[in-house]
């Protein structure tokens, strides 16, 4: 069992930034792949970014050029740094993590990002 536990959301005004963690606990070491994903208000989950463990990383057009994922092995800890917000970053976002020997995805528990003035 991996568990994720998401930080750092909140409201912000469009153009501000926030930044989310999501540090990750357990059975990690079978993860090949750490990422975002966001789900508004009457709509589906989506895929915000992704790093996986070449450290190669994934972003939805949406939010590339504003949204970069990075990552410190140490802490075992994800990071989504979120610049230029818009309204439509509004949603929950959930923290995922990819265990790559038995195709098992973990999520969190959600964090609200509330882009408004």
């Known amino acids: 069992q991996v568990q994720l536990v998401e930080s750092g959301g909140g409201l912000v005004q469009p153009g501000g930034s926030l930044r989310l963690s999501c540090a990750a606990s357990?059975?990690?070491?079978?993860?090949?792949?750490m990422g975002w994903y966001r789900q508004a208000p009457g709509k589906q989950r989506e895929l915000v970014a992704r790093?996986?463990?070449?450290?190669?990383?994934d972003y939805a057009d949406s939010v590339k050029g504003r949204f970069t994922i990075s990552r410190d092995n140490a802490k075992n800890t994800v990071y989504l740094e979120m610049n230029t917000l818009k309204s439509e970053d509004t949603a929950v976002y959930y923290c995922?993590?990819?265990?790559?020997?038995?195709?098992?995805?973990?999520w969190g528990q959600g964090t609200q990002v509330t882009v408004s003035s």
């Open positions: 357990g059975s990690i070491f079978n993860i090949y792949a």
């Open positions: 995922n993590a990819v265990d790559g020997i038995r195709g098992v995805h973990y």
């Open positions: 790093i996986f463990e070449s450290g190669s990383t």
